[in-house]
């Protein structure tokens, strides 16, 4: 029976389970053997990752063709004009080509169940902070960081709370949960 856990990543943990250079992995977090990932996150990114103990199952839930959504809670640094948060949803030009549209909408300040982040993130006294939520079927390599940067909104804190119909809800950092089977 495919079995999935939902893991609520801390930032600084890498998402593999090994690592030469002795750095913190999902190995130090969960104890279950037989599962998988289904997506990574970068090490400074933080929430909802996937495991699974079905390779057909971690297949759908990764692969773009199955054009799962991925909704991220995203810290960055100004105030988002129209015009940036329109790029957004249209597409944005990057090296690997034009992401597909996304869907988004800032935020009116940051959400009160988060939690605070170990170490916190660097703050300018000068420069205005905003959170938006950004919702992609894509998995380019670091794709939130690069369509933000791209728009002129560097990426402070990237924060990912939904693959597909599973959410991060209250899991908090290093918590695991088992949502039930699969079919």
């Given at each position: 029976?495919?079995?999935?856990?939902?893991?609520?990543?801390?930032?600084?943990?890498?998402?593999?389970?090994?690592?030469?250079?002795?750095?913190e992995?999902?190995?130090?977090?969960?104890?279950?053997?037989?599962?998988?990932?289904?997506?990574?996150?970068?090490?400074?990114?933080?929430?909802?990752?996937?495991?699974?103990?079905?390779?057909?199952?971690?297949?759908?839930i990764?692969?773009?063709?199955?054009?799962?959504?991925?909704?991220y809670?995203?810290?960055?640094?100004?105030v988002?004009?129209?015009s940036?948060?329109?790029q957004?949803?249209?597409?944005?030009?990057?090296k690997?080509g034009?992401?597909?549209?996304?869907?988004?909408?800032?935020?009116?300040?940051?959400?009160g169940?988060?939690?605070?982040?170990?170490?916190?993130?660097?703050?300018?006294?000068?420069?205005?902070?905003?959170?938006?939520?950004?919702?992609?079927?894509?998995?380019?390599?670091?794709q939130?960081?690069?369509?933000t940067?791209?728009?002129?909104?560097?990426t402070?804190?990237l924060?990912?709370?939904?693959?597909?119909?599973?959410?991060?809800?209250?899991?908090?950092?290093?918590e695991?949960?088992?949502?039930?089977?699969?079919?």
């Amino acid at each position: 029976m495919s079995q999935i856990l939902l893991f609520n990543k801390p930032y600084g943990v890498l998402s593999q389970f090994t690592d030469t250079q002795g750095r913190e992995t999902l190995a130090d977090w969960i104890k279950r053997p037989g599962f998988y990932l289904a997506g990574r996150l970068d090490r400074d990114s933080e929430g909802l990752m996937i495991l699974t103990n079905d390779g057909a199952l971690q297949q759908r839930i990764s692969n773009p063709r199955y054009k799962k959504d991925k909704t991220y809670l995203v810290q960055v640094e100004g105030v988002p004009k129209a015009s940036a948060l329109q790029q957004l949803a249209s597409g944005v030009g990057l090296k690997d080509g034009i992401t597909r549209p996304a869907k988004v909408r800032l935020l009116a300040g940051k959400p009160g169940w988060l939690w605070t982040r170990q170490p916190p993130i660097r703050q300018r006294r000068k420069i205005p902070v905003s959170w938006i939520e950004l919702t992609i079927h894509e998995g380019k390599n670091r794709q939130v960081r690069r369509m933000t940067a791209a728009v002129g909104l560097p990426t402070l804190r990237l924060i990912r709370t939904a693959v597909g119909d599973w959410r991060l809800d209250t899991l908090q950092p290093g918590e695991l949960r088992e949502p039930g089977a699969c079919q």
